[in-house]
């Protein structure tokens, strides 16, 4: 058994790249930056913060989201899968390079309302029996021998 998910939770450096591959197929691209806060040890030792960037991919409905509500700044909860691709750099002598992106699953908007109306569609995921669901309301509770007190 093996799993490959990703969750992270940032701000978005650049405003999504959105292209379309085919009539309907969009696809989006955009960094995500996480950052851990620095701390001071016991002995005095400041260790500043680190900030992690990831590349972040969106095909189909969420990156039509991408390309209408998520601009630089934005906060995000992202969830996906990790996956490198290689390419070759040819305006450096054909080096093959490497590439590790997150491939989302779900995307969440988190923070404030934009102004001056409704908020947008705070939530999207790829279709799954969780999130497709009816839920059912549970029986009605008999109330009848219930004690007085």
Do not use: C
Not at 35 to 57: C, F, L, M
Request: charged share 25%; net charge neutral.
């Amino acid at each position: 058994m093996s799993v490959n998910k990703v969750i992270l939770i940032g701000n978005v450096g650049k405003d999504p790249e959105v292209r379309y591959v085919d009539k309907d197929v969009a696809v989006a691209n955009f960094t995500l930056a996480t950052t851990e806060r620095g701390y001071t040890t016991a002995s005095g030792q400041t260790v500043p913060d680190k900030t992690e960037w990831h590349n972040i991919v969106a095909w189909r409905g969420l990156a039509k989201v991408a390309e209408g509500y998520i601009r630089k700044g934005t906060s995000l909860y992202v969830e996906g899968k990790l996956r490198t691709r290689t390419w070759v750099d040819e305006k450096n002598g054909g080096i093959t390079r490497y590439t590790t992106e997150i491939y989302a699953d779900n995307i969440e908007l988190l923070g404030k309302k934009p102004e001056g109306g409704v908020a947008p569609l705070a939530t999207t995921s790829a279709p799954t029996a969780a999130n497709t669901a009816i839920e059912t309301p549970p029986p009605p509770v008999d109330d009848s021998n219930a004690f007085p007190f």
